[in-house]
């Protein structure tokens, strides 16, 4: 296989909570949900990536993907000269309207020369690096005790309850989940929470749930401390990134005859 062969782009449309099996490429790539929201699964933790970001994923990092909503997935794969730009870590970074739009003539369905497909890579990577990793990675404790509290913690979002009322819940004290918390994820429990809080916030708002409804849904006590914390994590208000994914679904092109299956 010559190399340029072994950069072809992908594209798979994925129905809602379609998932694929764990697997891994021998070569970077980013991984671009054009419409929908896709989660990235990997033994040491989540990263979600709704219209407006896109995924990197070093070469050989086994993973598997998620979609929520309908998901037309694009995929670019990168020449060692290129990965080595991106971190050496799965991320999440943000997708400029230059790069979106080089995304989607590379992952076309028209044909182009292999010069002009690496230009427009270098354009992709160019631009998504100009902007800081974007922190939507959830760390997965693996702990007996803190699995057992993330459970307590997702079953029961709406209605959040002290770390020390789970831990009684699961039969160990605060201190000891406080520590085991740093220890396996690098952050604090409400740190933690906030960050699983906002993925699922992501998750509603683009399924249409309304800011407010989100917001009581993912156990804020009210919408402007929610949108205080969506706006941190993710850079833009809840009602900016709404409208940016339907903005992002109406303009998407879709594909007269694309790759559907499950990535190799």
């Known amino acids: 296989m010559r190399p340029e062969q072994a950069l072809r782009e992908h594209v798979f449309l994925l129905g809602h909570d379609e998932r694929t099996p764990e697997h891994t490429h021998a070569r970077g790539h980013l991984v671009y949900p054009a419409t929908g929201v896709l989660s990235l699964v990997t033994s040491v933790g989540a990263w979600i990536a709704p219209s407006n970001r896109v995924v990197w994923i070093p070469a050989g990092f086994e993973h598997r993907h998620r979609a929520h909503g309908r998901t037309d997935m694009r995929i670019v794969f990168l020449a060692p000269s290129l990965a080595v730009l991106l971190p050496a870590h799965p991320a999440v970074l943000v997708m400029t309207p230059l790069a979106r739009e080089a995304t989607l003539t590379l992952t076309g369905s028209e044909r ?136 992002d679904a109406r303009t998407a092109r879709p594909q007269d005859d694309p790759y559907v299956g499950e990535p190799r």
């Open 112 to 247: 182009r020369s292999a010069s002009a497909r690496s230009r427009l890579r270098r354009v992709i990577i160019d631009d998504v690096t100009t902007a800081p990793e974007q922190p939507l990675h959830l760390p997965e404790p693996h702990d007996d005790r803190l699995r057992a509290v993330v459970a307590l913690v997702k079953e029961e979002m709406s209605s959040p309850l002290t770390l020390g009322r789970l831990g009684h819940r699961v039969g160990a004290g605060e201190r000891t989940l406080s520590r085991l918390f740093r220890q396996e994820t690098g952050m604090s429990f409400p740190q933690w929470r906030t960050q699983l809080r906002v993925h699922h916030a992501l998750l509603l708002l683009a399924g249409e749930v309304s800011v407010i409804n989100t917001a009581t849904a993912c156990g804020w006590a009210n919408p402007s401390a929610f949108i205080d914390a969506f706006t941190t994590l993710v850079g833009q208000t809840p009602g900016q990134y709404q409208r940016s994914l339907r903005e």
